[in-house]
């Protein structure tokens, strides 16, 4: 929708658009927009910053947010400043563009952002089906001790607690692992996945916790661990009995009390008093 008092701009850029074969409707006013966007939804909004009528150009971009969280918001106007540049992208206006109006940048800016919408959709679709994949509802069996594994997935799902799961190989444990994540509360959170077996001890901490600028060869960089990247997420580590007693008992720190640093820290990285190291 291209919504501004000056027929003329009006007018042009809604014909610019449209010869880009989108279809375009116009307001000439921020209240014709807010009453048009109550009737209907549109993905982009060009509105123009200085508007008579009650309403100007952020006080319609808030409204309209208000009735339409995910549509794409441009201020336009001939009179760019700073300040009312910085209050537009506060507000949640996606871009700031200068009168007079370009249309092959009007046309880079629409298609960028529908490419971006186009991957969010897409990014939400994955999500769901990776939910769908993931709940335990889709694990089949018939297994009456499997039944009560199911009830547990159920009962943890929403929990913080660290969660053991030991099975021989092959048994499906990452697959009861991303259940509980994908049942929960944060199944719209990172999950990350770690196969213990598939590096050597150096590399595994390295992974899960990060290194330090030079804490081995090759350590250009400092680097975060996926337990940090997880965020509000889970990590699932798998085969962790193929390593020694020290990784283990740092290992099963992280997990009991949260405490883990990066590899090359000089501070205290945690060690498990219990007997973890011996499982």
């Not at 007018?11 to 009453?35: N, Q």
């Not at 150009?57 to 336009?76: C, K, L, N, P, W």
Request: aromatic share 6%; hydrophobic share 35%; glycine share 8%.
């Amino acid at each position: 929708m291209v919504v501004d008092d000056e027929e003329v701009m009006r007018e042009s850029l809604a014909a610019w658009l449209r010869e880009d074969g989108y279809p375009v409707d116009t307001a000439m006013s921020g209240k014709e927009a807010i009453g048009k966007s109550r009737l209907m939804e549109y993905a982009i909004y060009f509105i123009d910053l200085k508007m008579p009528g009650g309403y100007d150009g952020i006080e319609t971009m808030m409204e309209i947010r208000r009735i339409q969280t995910d549509a794409s918001i441009i201020i336009v106007t001939a009179y760019a400043t700073v300040d009312t540049a910085i209050t537009a992208m506060k507000e949640g206006a996606q871009e700031y563009i200068v009168k007079p109006c370009n249309p092959e940048e009007i046309s880079l800016l629409v298609n960028r952002i529908i490419k971006v919408k186009n991957l969010q959709r897409e990014n939400s679709i994955l999500r769901k089906k990776l939910t769908k994949q993931y709940s335990f509802c889709d694990i089949i069996s018939k297994n009456p001790k499997m039944g009560e594994i199911f009830a547990l997935v159920k009962e943890v799902a929403s929990l913080r607690s660290t969660v053991l799961i030991q099975g021989e190989s092959g048994t499906g444990k990452e697959l009861i692992a991303r259940a509980i994540h994908f049942s929960g509360d944060r199944a719209s959170k990172p999950f990350i996945g770690v196969s213990c077996a598939a590096l050597t001890e150096s590399l595994l901490e390295s992974e899960l916790f990060g290194h330090e600028k030079g804490s081995f060869t090759g350590a250009t960089d400092r680097r975060k661990g996926s337990s940090k990247l997880r965020k509000e997420g889970r990590s699932s580590s798998t085969r962790s009995e193929t390593y020694r007693r020290r990784f283990r008992s740092i290992c099963c720190a992280s997990c009991r009390r949260g405490i883990s640093s990066a590899l090359g820290n000089r501070r205290d990285r945690g060690r498990c008093t219990g007997n973890c190291g011996d499982q």
